[in-house]
């Protein structure tokens, strides 16, 4: 009986989060996609927006939130982030690291999550750093802050790679420690044939399973290749199963990539901060390559002299599919400044700035059937926020992922009591039980 | 390699000769007797022959050609198995050369690799073999811990005599961890060390599909021979267990996870931070629990300042057993990287934060035993297992117990002298010379110090008056004392904390006009 | 080859060092008057259609009733508004081109104490970081020197003029300190380490370091007043390390005193305390816990920046945030700094950032304006539109704290700069790429 008791109540939480039913009400609703409702309702069913609008039936029984005064905003997606990364952030040792996933060392420790989730952000792609030309698999995660590594990994997301292109993979701002020698390559030159190198070695190691698997159906005792994980990754690049993301500054290493892939029979699906995408916006559009940039940050190398904030504009003008990322935990927590500025350098409109930080990164990280926009049918991930989310006066209140909150600030201010307490009580307890 | 492995072999079969020669009956009488494998038995006796235990039990005969061993008051225990310890290898440190922030050229070791077998390259010295016996620990299972991959541990059982005869079992698992290598060599990334691990199980599948497939086909290249493919070949055919080290929840998972997909038989050892997991997660995952508890930093506005997330992983580390134990995981205690004299104080911990002395003493002896399969020789005190018993005057996880006899392979090994030595040899004796920077001026104490079990013993004088210290301890290097302050009329406790660096000592002072800073030296 | 590789550099970091070709100002000085406006004075009500009037450089009228000089430019701001110009209390503007080349980078002199560097002596009037910035209504910044214990001498500039010289507002501004710090060991550090007691023997070094230096000068400063007085004290030679600091230990310049963490902060209050010195808080990440301790000894901070990570995971997530509300509640004065060059511009989004977590708009205003200019010692020149300040003033079509608001026409000392930058001449040229 009570082992059946327990069994229900380990249950209880999830019947509930499948059949909970929130109705945020009253908000001025910013969907993105649909335009501005006032006065609006979003209607959540289990991890589900079940209906967005100003005449919305809200069901007896459900969990109602006066937004009254309020913006509901989707949950902000960041095409570039280091967060949550257990150990180094870069596998540098090779050239190509096309073999190591960072989906692997994710870890549910890093507060960069919560404090993401307090600035509205709800959703990333956590890379591989930038220090070789192929770094490694990365992955799609929501910042679901208090639950297991496991339940972070967005499970239907499409595999992703980062390349890197620049002074970054040629070394050009750092040195190995003494005693280590300089690794290859040293020059966008070295960059470039590392990069088509392996999807030259890629058609190769296809070609040697195809020319297995034909000898080994015509009965031949036959040796199998090695499966090596690298060249599993780059014939999957060239099979379309893996999006690349390459970091990249230059409009020539911007080109030499399309010109790779062109080449090498394989798509580019986004360049991560493109800081010259604005010099080839049109090649990017021709190519049909969106980008993943930041407003803000120029002149801290020799290859980012020529970043301007206007980029975005340039390339949300040229028809390239444009988001703006972070690459960093503290810009992460507040993507909506970045999207604002959008509107000043260049002069998009309100909506399109909006669309930057939501549908069009949800659409370079093709995941735009589920999120970026608040609709019905997507996941319920957005936030409550004081006012509108392009205003610097505005903050977040609530954040909603899949329908659970997991940032709010009622709840936080409380929380910080209850956790210095718990720090206190531990240290004392810890002090009682030094040796005597 | 291969006439290494021979002689191993050789070895052991002049070893179980030797040991069937070996003279040696024993009775242990009057002591309290855990058999470990069944209750409790009060005035119990044990007869050991040969190296074998003949008899368990409370009415058994002492047969007249035993030497007699009166444990009156006593308790008589299966000798400890530490399970995991790096016995016999030298103490290499590629955790330190991996500091992110260390430009020196970084000295090539050869790493380990799963060719590495312990029992061929093990070397115990007898200082190695008195520190674990004097904790009682009669059997350990032995492996370098350096590298992805460290090599096949060993089974060894602590007895005198030939080295090889010591071996139990060999290999008795292939050994791997998450360490990353230096900087600028592949792996220096976890998820580097996870692809590589996962490419060399791939490795030594294709590696041995591609030996059949030449053996049956000999017109294509030959395979490459490749002793670090062939040595993880029983280990992805599940007939060797792979012991991960893996601490913090993530860790474990991400061992699982490997297991998993190349269907490995998984041992997780490390596991401090196992405590809020929960039996589904480690169903089917033995684990090895390190007692080398995360240490507190010395300074207070340190410690105080660590997030919280740090501090509770350290402080409820040691509640891992019990939990475990509560969760029906099979468990045991090792020692892992921290010293011999570290095993049973960290044990004691872990009795201390809710693991029954019962469980405590299972996870030392009929379990590792199992996990390692080796049960059938070890464990516990059952007729027909090896003679490894310890005697100890009180129970063997008290704090003063003291162990007073000791059989490995069923001979007696002296035990009391070397625990004195090593009591005597503690880096806290002797006199220390200390300044306590006041902003008033330097203060001199002078204070000698001896170590007891578990404590510092000692006294004082100089500027602040003399006497006897209070609440003196040594945890590894960390020293801490109080003293009673004199100055004019009032007297005021000064805590003294600091740590011990060969003959040198830092570290603070509280009083009660603040806190301040302490150094010192030890007379020569 | 040596010449070769002097060559290859030379080609290398020529186009990177390449100077700004935007006008550091045009020259013009006439009479302008701004009228239809909503002017904000700062330091009294916003003034609706009013009009602003200044002539060679300052401000002559400032008010909804004013008389249009004769030959005055007149510019219709209906539906605009008029401030102050922005002052950033701590940048490196003028110091840094490209963080990554050395070659352009003048932040942080070697060793740890360097009283006599002076920032404004290596500010480069011809960065491309100026016009960026100052497009968007920067019109002064403190460029202080980096690095060491004592970083060195910091200058008030405003963003316009030929050289150094025309530039300069007020220098020395404030002499820099990064307090030294005690820091836990990182994590991957062995806690009976060697490490542990490098780490407490620096820091001791530093401090005592920083003492004996102060109380140095201190001596110095004193047989320097004797040896005025009396030509019969022996004479000695110059010491410039110690003259940078005899008017700051005179109490005449300030020490801008960086200390982020309470128990740094702490040690710095007691340090000012010990040398009896003149000080500002720069950074203070901890200040809501020292409140009455800066309150009792009238000590101003020099928040930022505010766009930050806490300093602790176990911090408030905007711990950052809500320090200006603690010091405004608690009648502190306070501004704020980007710390920044190339992103300078931001500063009024460190501001607004705090207005969302409790600081009063106006607050916020002020604490990019007149509150910087009374912190360091320029209130009766800059900081507020009032007749008799310098004309540094910009027109925008809202709330310059508000991201989206446009500055429109930008006046320093009374001369409109263009809006240009490098930013705007790279946009308009691959905007017209064919």
């Known amino acids: 009986m009570k082992i059946f008791l327990g069994i229900l109540l380990l249950l209880a939480p999830a019947l509930a989060a499948q059949e909970r039913v929130t109705a945020i009400t009253n908000a001025t609703v910013l969907t993105v996609t649909n335009g501005v409702i006032e006065r609006g309702t979003v209607l959540i069913r289990g991890s589900k927006i079940a209906a967005v609008g100003s005449n919305v039936t809200v069901p007896a029984g459900a969990h109602v939130i006066d937004a009254s005064g309020r913006y509901l905003f989707p949950g902000i997606i960041d095409t570039h982030s280091h967060a949550a990364v257990e150990?180094?952030?870069?596998?540098?040792?090779?050239?190509?690291?096309?073999?190591?996933r960072v989906a692997d060392a994710l870890t549910a420790d890093d507060i960069s999550a919560y404090r993401q989730l307090a600035g509205g952000t709800t959703t990333a792609l956590v890379l591989h750093g930038s220090a070789n030309a192929i770094g490694g698999q990365g992955q799609i995660v929501k910042w679901k802050w208090g639950r297991p590594i496991a339940e972070w990994v967005v499970p239907d997301a499409p595999r992703t790679i980062k390349f890197a292109l620049g002074e970054n993979p040629k070394s050009a701002n750092f040195r190995p420690p003494p005693g280590i020698d300089r690794q290859y390559p040293a020059t966008r030159m070295g960059v470039e044939e590392v990069v088509r190198k392996s999807f030259v070695d890629a058609h190769d190691y296809i070609a040697r399973w195809e020319e297995y698997e034909a000898r080994r159906k015509r009965g031949e005792q036959v040796i199998p290749p090695r499966r090596d994980l690298l060249m599993e990754t780059m014939a999957g690049i060239l099979r379309g199963n893996i999006d690349v993301h390459s970091h990249a500054y230059r409009a020539d290493e911007i080109l030499m990539l399309m010109d790779v892939a062109r080449d090498q029979g394989f798509q580019v699906r986004a360049f991560q901060h493109v800081l010259e995408g604005y010099k080839v916006a049109r090649e990017m559009m021709a190519a049909g390559v969106g980008g993943g940039t930041f407003i803000d940050w120029w002149g801290y190398k020799a290859e980012a002299y020529d970043a301007t904030p206007y980029n975005v504009a340039l390339m949300v003008r040229n028809g390239v599919l444009t988001s703006v990322n972070s690459d960093s935990d503290e810009l992460a927590r507040h993507l909506n400044y970045d999207a604002a500025k959008a509107m000043k350098y260049g002069g998009?409109?309100?909506?399109?700035?909006?669309?930057?930080?939501?549908?069009?990164?949800?659409?370079?990280?093709?995941?735009?059937?589920?999120?970026?926009?608040?609709?019905?049918?997507?996941?319920?991930?957005?936030?409550?926020?004081?006012?509108?989310?392009?205003?610097?006066?505005?903050?977040?209140?609530?954040?909603?992922?899949?329908?659970?909150?997991?940032?709010?600030?009622?709840?936080?201010?409380?929380?910080?009591?209850?956790?210095?307490?718990?720090?206190?009580d531990l240290l004392a307890k810890e002090r009682a039980r030094r040796p005597e | 390699m291969k006439v290494g492995r021979i002689a191993v072999l050789i070895s052991l079969v002049i070893a179980a000769a030797a040991r069937a020669d070996a003279p040696g009956v024993f009775a242990i009488t009057n002591g309290s007797v855990h058999p470990v494998s069944g209750p409790?038995?009060?005035?119990?006796?044990?007869?050991?022959?040969?190296?074998?235990?003949?008899?368990?039990?409370?009415?058994?005969?002492?047969?007249?050609?035993?030497?007699?061993?009166?444990?009156?008051g006593g308790h008589v225990y299966p000798g400890l198995i530490d399970a995991h310890t790096e016995l016999g290898f030298s103490r290499r440190t590629p955790s330190e050369s991996r500091q992110p922030q260390e430009r020196q050229p970084q000295e090539r070791q050869p790493e380990p690799t799963a060719a590495t077998v312990a029992a061929e390259t093990i070397s115990v010295t007898t200082a190695d073999l008195d520190a674990r016996r004097r904790t009682g620990v009669t059997t350990v299972v032995a492996v370098p811990s350096a590298g992805i991959f460290s090599g096949q541990s060993v089974v060894l059982n602590l007895s005198d005599g030939e080295p090889a005869s010591r071996v139990i079992r060999t290999p008795a698992a292939v050994h791997a961890s998450f360490a990353t290598r230096p900087a600028w060599t592949f792996p220096d990334s976890l998820m580097g060390v996870i692809a590589h691990l996962r490419q060399?199980?791939?490795?030594?599948?294709?590696?041995?599909?591609?030996?059949?497939?030449?053996?049956?086909?000999?017109?294509?290249?030959?395979?490459?021979?490749?002793?670090?493919?062939?040595?993880?070949?029983?280990?992805?055919?599940?007939?060797?267990?792979?012991?991960?080290?893996?601490?913090?929840?993530?860790?474990?998972?991400?061992?699982?996870?490997?297991?998993?997909?190349?269907?490995?038989?998984?041992?997780?050892?490390?596991?401090?931070?196992?405590?809020?997991?929960?039996?589904?997660?480690?169903?089917?995952?033995?684990?090895?629990?390190?007692?080398?508890?995360?240490?507190?930093?010395?300074?207070?506005?340190?410690?105080?300042?660590?997030?919280?997330?740090?501090?509770?992983?350290r402080v409820l580390a040691p509640t891992t057993p019990g939990v475990l134990a509560g969760n029906g995981v099979q468990f045991a205690l090792v020692s892992g990287t921290t010293a011999a004299r570290e095993f049973l104080p960290g044990i004691r911990k872990a009795i201390a934060n809710g693991l029954t002395a019962g469980d405590a003493l299972r996870a030392v002896t009929l379990t590792p035993a199992r996990v390692f399969g080796v049960d059938r020789q070890l464990g516990s005190l059952e007729r027909g297992k090896i003679a490894n018993v310890v005697i100890t005057d009180q129970p063997i996880f008290e704090r003063a117990a003291k162990v007073t006899e000791l059989l490995v392979d069923g001979l007696r090994v002296r035990v009391q002298a070397a625990e004195e030595e090593a009591r005597d040899?503690?880096?806290?004796?002797?006199?220390?010379?200390?300044?306590?920077?006041?902003?008033?001026?330097?203060?001199?104490?002078?204070?000698?110090?001896?170590?007891?079990?578990?404590?510092?013993?000692?006294?004082?004088?100089?500027?602040?008056?003399?006497?006897?210290?209070?609440?003196?301890?040594?945890?590894?290097?960390?020293?801490?004392?109080?003293?009673?302050?004199?100055?004019?009329?009032?007297?005021?406790?000064?805590?003294?904390?600091?740590?011990?660096?060969?003959?040198?000592?830092?570290?603070?002072?509280?009083?009660?006009?603040?806190?301040?800073?302490?150094?010192?030296?030890?007379?020569? | 080859m040596r010449l070769l590789q002097i060559f290859v550099a030379l080609l290398f970091t020529a186009p990177l060092t390449a100077q700004s070709l935007i006008p550091n100002n045009p020259g013009v000085k006439g009479t302008v008057a701004i009228r239809n406006a909503t002017i904000y004075p700062v330091t009294s009500a916003p003034i609706a259609n009013g009009t602003i009037v200044f002539s060679n450089g300052v401000i002559t009228a400032v008010g909804a009733d004013v008389t249009l000089p004769e030959g005055a430019t007149v510019i219709d701001g209906s539906g605009l508004s008029v401030y102050p110009g922005l002052i950033d209390s701590g940048t490196t503007v003028g110091l840094v081109e490209i963080d990554s080349v050395a070659g352009t980078v003048d932040t942080t002199e070697l060793g740890t104490m360097n009283p006599n560097a002076r920032a404004d002596v290596a500010v480069n009037p011809h960065s491309e970081v100026i016009p960026v910035t100052r497009v968007n209504g920067i019109t002064n910044v403190i460029v202080a020197p980096e690095g060491g214990v004592v970083s060195g001498q910091s200058a008030l500039m405003q963003l316009a003029g030929w050289t150094p010289t025309e530039m300069t507002v007020k220098a020395p501004a404030a002499m820099h300190l990064r307090f030294p710090r005690l820091r836990s060991a990182p994590a991957w550090a062995r806690r009976d380490d060697e490490s542990e007691r490098v780490r407490r023997r620096t820091y001791r070094a530093e401090l005592d370091g920083l003492r004996d230096l102060f109380r140095d000068a201190r001596a110095y400063s004193r047989a320097h007043a004797a040896r005025t007085i009396d030509r019969n004290v022996r004479r000695f030679d110059r010491d410039l390390v110690l003259e940078a600091l005899v008017p700051v230990v005179e109490?005449?310049?300030?020490?801008?005193?960086?200390?982020?963490?309470?128990?740094?902060?702490?040690?710095?209050?007691?340090?000012?305390?010990?040398?009896?010195?003149?000080?500002?808080?720069?950074?203070?990440?901890?200040?809501?816990?020292?409140?009455?301790?800066?309150?009792?000894?009238?000590?101003?901070?020099?928040?930022?920046?505010?766009?930050?990570?806490?300093?602790?995971?176990?911090?408030?997530?905007?711990?950052?945030?809500?320090?200006?509300?603690?010091?405004?509640?608690?009648?502190?004065?306070?501004?704020?700094r980007t710390n920044d060059a190339h992103n300078a511009r931001n500063l009024p989004y460190h501001a607004a950032s705090s207005v969302a977590f409790g600081l009063p708009k106006e607050e916020a205003l002020k604490a990019v304006t007149i509150y910087p200019a009374q912190i360091w010692g320029v209130a009766d020149r800059l900081g507020s539109l009032e007749p008799g300040k310098s004309a540094n003033l910009f027109v925008s079509d809202g709330d310059p704290l508000e991201i989206r608001t446009n500055v429109l026409r930008i006046f320093i000392a009374g001369e409109e700069i263009p809006l240009d930058s490098r930013h705007t001449l790279l946009y308009e040229k691959f905007r017209r790429r064919p």
């Open chain 3, 251 to 336: 109490g005449r310049v300030p020490v801008a005193v960086e200390a982020n963490l309470e128990r740094d902060i702490r040690e710095a209050l007691k340090f000012v305390d010990e040398l009896e010195l003149k000080a500002i808080l720069v950074g203070g990440q901890d200040v809501a816990k020292v409140l009455p301790d800066l309150k009792q000894r009238g000590i101003p901070v020099i928040l930022g920046p505010i766009l930050a990570l806490p300093p602790r995971e176990d911090d408030p997530y905007d711990l950052l945030f809500t320090n200006a509300a603690a010091l405004h509640q608690a009648a502190i004065p306070f501004a704020f």
């Open chain 2, 200 to 313: 060399t199980f791939l490795d030594a599948q294709h590696h041995a599909a591609a030996r059949t497939a030449y053996d049956r086909n000999p017109a294509q290249p030959r395979p490459a021979v490749s002793p670090e493919l062939d040595a993880l070949l029983p280990v992805v055919r599940r007939e060797l267990p792979i012991v991960m080290v893996a601490d913090s929840e993530e860790m474990i998972r991400r061992a699982q996870a490997i297991a998993r997909e190349f269907s490995l038989r998984l041992i997780v050892s490390g596991a401090r931070e196992a405590f809020g997991m929960s039996a589904q997660e480690l169903r089917g995952v033995p684990v090895l629990v390190s007692v080398d508890w995360p240490a507190a930093p010395t300074d207070q506005a340190e410690r105080e300042e660590q997030p919280l997330r740090t501090i509770r992983r």
């Open chain 1, 348 to 424: 998009l409109t309100e909506e399109e700035a909006m669309r930057l930080c939501t549908i069009n990164a949800a659409k370079l990280l093709r995941l735009d059937h589920r999120i970026g926009s608040i609709e019905a049918g997507k996941d319920a991930d957005l936030a409550i926020w004081t006012g509108h989310p392009l205003s610097t006066y505005s903050r977040v209140e609530t954040t909603f992922i899949e329908g659970e909150i997991y940032f709010d600030r009622t709840t936080d201010l409380r929380q910080r009591e209850e956790r210095a307490r718990e720090k206190a």
């Open chain 1, 87 to 100: 150990g180094r952030v870069n596998e540098a040792s090779l050239p190509n690291t096309g073999m190591v």
């Open chain 2, 425 to 524: 040899r503690s880096p806290v004796n002797g006199t220390w010379n200390l300044t306590v920077l006041a902003p008033q001026g330097n203060i001199s104490i002078a204070v000698t110090l001896r170590a007891e079990t578990g404590r510092v013993t000692g006294t004082y004088s100089g500027d602040r008056g003399s006497g006897e210290i209070t609440g003196g301890f040594l945890d590894r290097r960390a020293l801490q004392f109080t003293i009673s302050a004199q100055l004019d009329a009032e007297t005021h406790d000064w805590v003294f904390r600091g740590t011990i660096t060969d003959d040198e000592i830092e570290g603070t002072v509280t009083t009660n006009l603040g806190s301040f800073e302490f150094s010192g030296s030890k007379e020569p």
């Open chain 2, 40 to 72: 409790e038995i009060r005035n119990g006796v044990v007869i050991v022959r040969n190296g074998l235990i003949e008899a368990v039990g409370s009415n058994v005969a002492v047969p007249p050609d035993a030497t007699v061993i009166d444990a009156a």
